[in-house]
């Protein structure tokens, strides 16, 4: 049995994408917590869960990160499985890049506040990311 190998689609160049903004996010928490070490405003051992610490933004970042863990394996499932089975078209190319955009957008969204507009803003990109994931399935589904 041999195996297929494919190059860097654009599916894949996003899913690529994805991670790489999903560690940028990481860095940021990183980095607002040893700025807060530094600056003498916190220790380090003040970071374990159930402690209170950090702003309201610190904690919005650290949802937009976390809410980038829960949906990456759903966008890396539909994206390898259209990879795996040779399914390239135009279509998933143009729902990978959107998919994309509308979740860097969500993040930004989260990242900039905490009031009704911004969370407003931030459900229609999930709804956009939504209907991309739907739409990958749907062409795995035709192409397979």
């Not at 610190?58 to 966008?75: D, K, M």
Request: glycine letters at 8%; proline letters at 2%.
């Amino acid at each position: 049995m041999t195996v297929a190998t494919y190059g860097m689609t654009t599916p894949l160049w996003c899913l690529l994408g994805f991670v790489a903004w999903t560690l940028c996010l990481l860095l940021a928490i990183g980095a607002a917590r040893v700025f807060q070490v530094l600056a003498g405003k916190a220790q380090a051992t003040d970071f374990t869960a159930g402690v209170p610490h950090g702003s309201d933004a610190y904690w919005r970042l650290n949802r937009a990160h976390l809410n980038c863990l829960e949906n990456l394996p759903l966008f890396a499932t539909v994206v390898l499985i259209a990879t795996v089975v040779g399914i390239q078209t135009a279509a998933l190319d143009t729902l990978a890049r959107v998919f994309l955009a509308a979740r860097i957008g969500q993040s930004l969204a989260h990242l900039s506040s905490g009031s009704a507009l911004a969370v407003n803003v931030r459900f229609g990109f999930f709804l956009v990311q939504f209907f991309c994931l739907a739409g990958f399935v749907l062409a795995v589904l035709r192409g397979s």
